[in-house]
């Protein structure tokens, strides 16, 4: 994204999970099952003590074993399965944003502030975040810079993606394409460093013009989109989700407009609403700002929406790790 263009200039010509959740097993050796809650232990340990028959302890330690006097027996003293979906547990709920911006612009009738989803984008410019004060900022989401070209690797990618999930997050990757470079060389190294989660977010494609980049070349249309057709298809095979296309207005229009219709977009517009920049153009994500100011980041911080309802993000959400697990 433009805030994290001169990562270009930093390194030369090429610059620019889901935990599965087992049920209960028995482990012999201790005469326990390894997985159940300490208050399931308890009650075994109970429903020993009380002289229940073995069978009827052993439904509490091995929920497969189909006896239905004993399933009826340990029904009252056996807690409901709770939901443990990764989506359900940790990104049900939509916090309500409260950034700042250090350059305040005023949208008019459509702003940012009318949309229910927030999320922000970083790279290795915004050093170590604290993602807990982040999140509690409003940000539900957020796109961390992973490579640029086909040797460089964000040297904050890794911590960004460990600590964004566990301060609850929903999180995906960027790739800065770089025009110097076989898009298949760069899919080869995205991949390579990516993983492969379904629960992520649709990996992105960033396309713009950047005066910063060591490589000064500007394709032509037909080439620019043969080469994003190629990363793209790449990568749709692999993650299984359509790639999101980040782009900025010159490069919009020297390029995209009326092509990919059948892709999401992730609109730069900071100035005026996406509506007027691009018009015709649906888009999923609009960054409109690259000044944000929040509680958890040192210095500024790119800032976007979501385009829907907290409804929509959440079935919006659902169809993306439905097509991901398939």
């Known amino acids: 994204m433009s805030s994290n263009a001169a990562d270009v200039l930093k390194v ?28 399931q232990q308890s009650e075994i340990a109970e429903a020993e003590s009380a002289d229940i028959d073995a069978v009827k302890v052993s439904a509490l330690a091995a929920p497969d074993v189909v006896d239905e006097p004993a399933v009826k027996a340990v029904a009252l003293i056996t807690p409901p399965t709770p939901d443990v979906r990764p989506e359900t547990r940790r990104y049900g709920a939509v916090q309500r944003q409260r950034f700042r911006d250090a350059k305040p612009i005023n949208f008019g009738k459509r702003k940012p502030a009318d949309y229910a989803v927030h999320g922000v984008d970083v790279s290795r410019w915004q050093g170590d975040i604290n993602w807990a004060k982040l999140r509690g900022q409003g940000a539900n989401f957020v796109y961390i810079k992973a490579t640029d070209g086909g040797d460089h690797l964000d040297p904050m990618f890794r911590k960004n993606w460990r600590e964004a999930d566990r301060a609850g997050l929903k999180r995906g990757a960027y790739h800065f394409f770089y025009w110097c470079r076989s898009a298949s060389s760069q899919a080869d190294w995205f991949i390579r460093n990516v993983p492969k989660d379904p629960n992520a977010l649709p990996p992105v494609i960033d ?10 070349k500007r394709p032509s249309r037909a080439t620019v989109l043969e080469k994003m057709q190629v990363f793209m298809d790449r990568l749709e095979a692999h993650y299984g989700q359509r790639p999101v296309i980040y782009t900025a207005p010159d490069f919009y229009g020297d390029n995209l407009r009326g092509a990919f219709e059948a892709y999401p977009f992730w609109l730069r517009a900071v100035a005026q609403h996406p509506s007027k920049v691009y018009p015709g153009r649906d888009w999923v994500f609009w960054q ?30 659902g169809r993306q790790e439905r097509i991901a697990a398939n």
């Open 288 to 317: 409109y700002s690259g000044s944000g100011l929040s509680h958890g980041v040192k210095g500024q911080i790119d800032l976007n929406v979501f385009y829907g309802s907290e409804s929509d993000w959440r079935r919006w959400l």
């Open 12 to 39: 030369g010509p090429s610059a620019e999970t889901t935990a599965s959740v087992s049920g209960p097993r028995p482990d012999a050796s201790v005469g326990k099952v390894v997985g159940l809650a300490e208050e």
């Open 207 to 216: 396309v713009e013009w950047n005066h910063l980049s060591a490589c000064k």
